[in-house]
C-alpha cells in the first residue's frame, strides 16, 4: 500500500462536509484587528467556527491551558456562523486583511480554496512539532491540510469509515450483520433485508462522497492525479457501477437529506427506514444528539470489503483548524491550538466531548478513557467503539485527492449532479461520470 496514503495508525477518527451536528446560529460582529488584552492580562483570541460544539471544546481546552500556563493565558472569543456564511465571510476577510480572527475552523473539502497561491495562514509545522515528534500524530490528517511541506491546519479526528447496523431491524428480518464482510455480502443481506420489509439496509448517497470515498481508497484510486481531475478513470467506473448495482438489487436507496449526516435522514433512521451507514467515525455523535431512541440497538463494524479480510477503511470529514498569519498573537494561537488539538489531552477532549476518534493514537490505549462506562458513547453502542478502530488501524487511508486544489468543484458536482444523475435520474454510470470529468475541466480551465 502507498505509504503517502497509510494513515500510521500505531496504539501509543466529517463534517465535516456539508453539515456537522450543532451548527449554531449565534453569531458576533468581528472584532478590531488587535486582539484585545484584559486587565488581569488575559489575551482573547478570536474563533470563527460553523459548529457550536466546537466552541465549547476550545473553551474547556482554554481552562486547561490556563492552569498550566499561569504566564499565557487566553480566552476565547468563539463566533459561531452558518457553514457557507462563515467560509464565504473569512475568504473575504483574508483577501481584504481586515476582520480576521485569529483562528478559525475550515472544512475539510473547503481547505484547499485557503491555501492557493501564498497563504494568508500561519505555518504550523513548528508549532505542531511537540506533538508530532513522536510518531503518535496520524500523519495523514496532517498532510490533509499542509502543502508543499507547510502545515496550515490540525486535525480534529481520523475519521475511519465503518459500518453502523441497526441489529434489533436485522434480527427481525433474520440477518446477522457478523456475516457481512465483502460487499457481495452486502449486496446479498440487502435483497433479504428489502424483501423482507420493504425497506433499504443502506443508503444510496447523493449529497456526500462518503461510500464512494471508501470505495476509492479500496480499489486504490484517486479523484485527481495532482490537479488534474480524473473522475472517469477506470477505478471511479468500477465503483459507482458497484453502487449502482446495490442500488437496482434494493439494497441501498436514496435517503432523505442525500446522505446519512441530514436532519431529514436522522428522521429516516429513526423511523427504520434504513438499517444501516456507512459513515465516517464521527457518525456516533449524531446517533447520540438526534438519534437517541436506538441507543443500544446500533453496532460499530467494519464496513464492507471488495474482499474478505482486506479490512480497508479511509478518513472521512474533517475540520482543519488554522491560525491566521502575521496578527498580534498569531503565535500564542498557534501554542495553544497545537496543545488543543494534538496534545493527549486535548485528543481525550475531542473523545469525550465530541465523539470523533482521536488523531493522537495515545488515547486509543488508554483504557480509562476508551471503556469508561460514564461516557455516552460507550453507553449507547453495543460495542466498544475503540475495539473496532484497533482492528483496523493498520489499514484506514487518506486519498490524497482531497487535498487537492481541484476537490472543491468535484465535491460540488458530484454532490450536486452526478450522483443525482446515477441514481435518480437513470443516467449509465459511464456517461455520468464522463460528463462530469468534461464539465469540471471546462470549469478548471484544464
Excluded at 322 to 344: G, I, M, Q, T, W
Aim: with cysteine; aromatic share 10%; net charge negative.
Amino acid at each position: 500500500m502507498n505509504k503517502k496514503k497509510v494513515l500510521a495508525l500505531l496504539l501509543g477518527a466529517t463534517m465535516v462536509v456539508g453539515s456537522l451536528a450543532g451548527c449554531g446560529s449565534k453569531e458576533e460582529e468581528a472584532p478590531a484587528e488587535d486582539a484585545a488584552q484584559t486587565e488581569d492580562g488575559t489575551t482573547a483570541l478570536e474563533f470563527w467556527t460553523f459548529t457550536e460544539i466546537h466552541g465549547d471544546f476550545y473553551e474547556t481546552m482554554a481552562e486547561k491551558w490556563n492552569e498550566a500556563n499561569l504566564d499565557k493565558q487566553v480566552s476565547i472569543n468563539v463566533n459561531v456562523m452558518p457553514y457557507d456564511d462563515m467560509h464565504n465571510k473569512l475568504q473575504i476577510a483574508l483577501n481584504s486583511g481586515e476582520g480576521t480572527p485569529d483562528f478559525v475552523d475550515i472544512e475539510q473539502g473547503k481547505f484547499a480554496n485557503f491555501t492557493q497561491g501564498t497563504p494568508a495562514l500561519m505555518d504550523l509545522t513548528d508549532a505542531a512539532s511537540e506533538y508530532t515528534a513522536d510518531g503518535n500524530i496520524v500523519q495523514s490528517r496532517l498532510d490533509l491540510y499542509s502543502k508543499d511541506g507547510a502545515l496550515y491546519g490540525l486535525p480534529t479526528h481520523v475519521g475511519a469509515t465503518v459500518a453502523f447496523y441497526n441489529t434489533e431491524l436485522l434480527e427481525a428480518a433474520g440477518i446477522d450483520y457478523t456475516t457481512i464482510e465483502t460487499w457481495d455480502d452486502f449486496k446479498e443481506a440487502g435483497s433479504k433485508y428489502y424483501e423482507a420489509t420493504g425497506k433499504y439496509l443502506g443508503t444510496a448517497d447523493t449529497s456526500a462522497l462518503w461510500t464512494e470515498n471508501l470505495l476509492m481508497a479500496e480499489l486504490g484510486g484517486e479523484y485527481t492525479d495532482g490537479d488534474k481531475v480524473t473522475v472517469n478513470s477506470d477505478q471511479m467506473v468500477e465503483a459507482m457501477t458497484l453502487l449502482k448495482d446495490l442500488y437496482d438489487a434494493h439494497a441501498i436507496g436514496t435517503v432523505p437529506g442525500g446522505n446519512p449526516d441530514k436532519e431529514e435522514a436522522y428522521g429516516a433512521f429513526n423511523n427504520g427506514d434504513f438499517a444501516c451507514a456507512i459513515m465516517p467515525f464521527w457518525q456516533m455523535s449524531r446517533y447520540t444528539s438526534y438519534m437517541p431512541d436506538l441507543s443500544g440497538k446500533i453496532a460499530i463494524a467494519v464496513a464492507p470489503q471488495l474482499e474478505s479480510g482486506q479490512k480497508v477503511s479511509v478518513g472521512g470529514g474533517g475540520t482543519g483548524t488554522a491560525v491566521v498569519a502575521d496578527k498580534p498573537n498569531s503565535d500564542l494561537a498557534a501554542e495553544f491550538l497545537a496543545y488543543a488539538k494534538l496534545s493527549e489531552e486535548g485528543n481525550i477532549q475531542i473523545w469525550d466531548m465530541l465523539g470523533f476518534d482521536p488523531c493522537n493514537t495515545t488515547v486509543w490505549d488508554n483504557e480509562e478513557v476508551t471503556t469508561n462506562p460514564e461516557n455516552q458513547y460507550v453507553q449507547y453502542f453495543q460495542n466498544n467503539p475503540f475495539d473496532v478502530l484497533k482492528e483496523i488501524r493498520d489499514s484506514i487511508v487518506g486519498l490524497e485527492s482531497h487535498a487537492s486544489a481541484s476537490y472543491p468543484s468535484i465535491n460540488n458536482m458530484f454532490t450536486t449532479v452526478t450522483l443525482n444523475d446515477i441514481f435518480e435520474n437513470g443516467v449509465d454510470v459511464q456517461t455520468a461520470l464522463d460528463q462530469a470529468q468534461t464539465d469540471l475541466q471546462n470549469e478548471l480551465g484544464q
